[in-house]
């Protein structure tokens, strides 16, 4: 049995984001194939996710024991370490991530849990794992070499050892004469497919 995190960026509901009717396909479709799995669903927004203060980097560079594993800064650390498979819905904002994933990213960038330091440098604790992350984008970034959100989820989960990383990108959304919903729906073939197999 696995354990899937499914971590939710979008300050929009399900019914609004685009972002959302496609990711939350892909877990309904993922739940019908693996109905053993386990499946956690972070919605960062409803977590009053913050940012980080002074008075907790004690805790984040402090030591990793059975204590630790109770502090509320380490738990999305300790919860993402955990899981085997992580899905991140997050549309594009401003070329990047929403400000709430990054500090998300923050809270779960923790050495001695999600990485440690060796004398060779970093190195990533989260092998044999993989992630999807879902996006939707106003207009077409895939190549765009200001694309910052999906190249910066790639290089911090390879940074924590993840290597398969798959992405689906449902473009062009807020482009004037596009059909965003048959846009969606593709980005929905696209995501059941991949979650039959995911």
Do not use: C
Request: glycine fraction near 6%; charge should be negative; avoid cysteine.
């Amino acid at each position: 049995m696995s354990k899937l995190l499914y971590i939710k960026a979008n300050i929009k509901s399900e019914g609004e984001s685009r972002t959302f009717r496609v990711s939350d396909s892909f877990i309904e479709e993922y739940k019908k194939n693996n109905p053993k799995d386990e499946v956690i669903v972070l919605d960062l927004y409803k977590e009053n996710i913050d940012f980080l203060r002074s008075e907790d980097l004690g805790k984040i560079f402090g030591p990793k024991d059975e204590e630790s594993k109770n502090n509320p800064i380490l738990k999305y650390a300790y919860q993402f370490a955990e899981a085997d498979k992580y899905v991140i819905a997050s549309p594009m904002w401003n070329l990047s991530i929403p400000a709430i994933l990054k500090a998300y990213i923050d809270y779960v960038s923790v050495t001695g849990i999600t990485f440690k330091y060796t004398a060779e440098g970093p190195v990533g604790l989260l092998k044999d794992k993989k992630a999807v992350h879902i996006v939707s984008r106003g207009g077409e970034y895939a190549n765009a070499p200001y694309e910052m959100g999906d190249r910066y989820l790639r290089t911090i989960l390879g940074f924590f050892g993840i290597s398969e990383i798959e992405t689906i990108a449902v473009e062009n959304v807020d482009v004037i004469g596009v059909n965003v919903q048959e846009k969606v729906e593709e980005g929905i073939k696209k995501a059941n497919l991949l979650a039959q197999k995911f």
